[in-house]
């Protein structure tokens, strides 16, 4: 359980760095979440909680 535990917390780290890399090419988080077919807010938290280049 400690495994998949640690495993998606790396697999959360790694699509929050994603998706900020995505706001630095594309220019907004919501340019990101609609590139993605997500919404705005999933996006920008994601970012906020899980990338830590912000």
């Known amino acids: 359980m400690e495994q ?6 790396e697999a959360l780290k790694r699509r ?5 890399d995505g706001k630095a090419e594309l220019g907004s988080a919501y ?7 997500r919404s705005y ?10 990338s830590t280049t912000e």
């Open 31 to 37: 340019k990101v979440a609609k590139d993605v077919g």
């Open 4 to 9: 998949l535990q640690s495993q998606l917390s």
């Open 41 to 50: 807010t999933s996006v920008n938290d994601a970012i906020k909680k899980y």
């Open 16 to 20: 929050g760095k994603a998706l900020a």
